[in-house]
């Protein structure tokens, strides 16, 4: 079996920026992370990276949102494993991680733009119409949050900023 390395993101390096070009296309920088990013202060990436021996396998990135002027919050993305490394839990395995990393940073909850179907599988679940609004187009059905602070769902609600 194939021995994975994980490492903090400190920086975008090149070879992350060559998987979001593979998997996520130039249509990424319209994405409401990049553009959350665009707007924030902060320029430091938060985040994991898996490697194997010498590639680059797997990334999560953390963007850190203040919502409706008071919840500390991450937005989770993008997530993305290579092809030949997927269906092995890899994926799940970052999400945990990343939440992880965000307690450790005092996050109310952890947000993300994604499929139910999938996130859910990592205790992910669905915000309420309207609760949150964010830059760029979001169907409202893919906002998704994991709690971490007990009743996060009930009581983060408002505008999100980059910090
Ligand atoms: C989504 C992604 C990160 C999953 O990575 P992974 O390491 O394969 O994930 P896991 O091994 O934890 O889970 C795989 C399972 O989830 C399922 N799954 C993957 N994407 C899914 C989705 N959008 N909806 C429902 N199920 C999904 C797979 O079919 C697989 O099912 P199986 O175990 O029955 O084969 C990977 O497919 C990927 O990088 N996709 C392209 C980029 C992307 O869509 N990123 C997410 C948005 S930023």
């Keep these: 079996m194939t021995k994975l390395t994980k490492t903090p993101i400190n920086v975008i390096t090149s070879e992350m920026q060559e998987l979001f070009d593979k998997h996520l296309g130039p249509g990424r920088f319209a994405r409401t992370a990049y553009r959350l990013r665009e707007q924030g202060s902060s320029t430091k990436p938060v985040g994991i990276n898996v490697f194997t021996e010498d590639k680059l396998v797997g990334t999560v990135s953390l963007t850190e949102l203040i919502i409706g002027g008071e919840h ?21 395995e970052l999400i945990h991680d990343a939440i992880e990393l965000a307690k450790t940073k005092d996050a109310a909850a952890v947000l993300l733009v994604g499929d139910v179907a999938y996130y859910e599988k990592a205790g992910f679940k669905q915000t309420r119409m309207g609760q949150i609004n964010l830059p760029g187009p979001v169907d409202p059905g893919r906002l998704l949050m994991f709690e971490i602070s007990n009743g996060a769902m009930d009581t983060i609600k408002g505008a999100a900023k980059a910090s």
Excluded: A
């Design 72 to 92: 500390r919050c991450f937005l989770l993305g993008p997530l993305l494993i290579d092809e030949n490394h997927r269906s092995k839990g890899l994926g799940l």
